[in-house]
């Protein structure tokens, strides 16, 4: 093989190395982005991690990409910094016993109001 053949290929390979590398790290940005939109920064007024510039939400998203580059799941993550800062951290109530009231009482209440709602028409 010439010369010129060899640095070609090389420089070749070192393209689509760079192109596969910058790849994963915007596939890991966009998941960053879409757990930490989910996340309340604990140090600012109900902002997400996405959106803050603290310390605390920096801290967090580093954590969030070093879990995507471990494997772990969305979930594994969420459960982790749950345990880690309690439930206030997420926006949206996690569905477990605790959370049962918060889940099912607007539904209970509406049955209860319209019941009631329903007698005072038939009774009058």
């Known amino acids: 093989m010439k010369k010129s053949n060899k640095i070609f290929f090389f420089i070749i390979f070192l393209l689509c190395s760079i192109f596969i590398f910058s790849k994963e790290t915007i596939?890991?940005?966009?998941?960053?982005?879409?757990?930490?939109s989910k996340l309340r920064c604990m140090t600012c007024q109900n902002q997400t991690i996405y959106d803050s510039d603290a310390d605390f939400s920096k801290d967090i998203k580093?954590?969030?990409?070093?879990?995507?580059?471990?494997?772990?799941?969305?979930?594994?993550?969420?459960?982790?910094?749950?345990?880690?800062?309690?439930?206030?951290?997420?926006?949206?109530?996690?569905?477990?016993?605790?959370?049962?009231?918060?889940?099912?009482?607007?539904?209970?209440?509406?049955?209860?109001?319209?019941?009631?709602?329903?007698?005072?028409?038939?009774?009058?």
């Open 62 to 124: 580093k954590i969030v990409k070093n879990k995507l580059q471990n494997n772990a799941t969305e979930k594994e993550i969420i459960d982790f910094l749950i345990k880690r800062y309690g439930e206030y951290i997420v926006f949206e109530p996690q569905k477990n016993k605790r959370n049962i009231f918060l889940w099912y009482f607007p539904f209970v209440f509406m049955a209860i109001s319209l019941a009631f709602f329903i007698f005072r028409i038939k009774k009058n």
């Open 27 to 36: 596939g890991y940005e966009e998941d960053v982005k879409k757990i930490t």
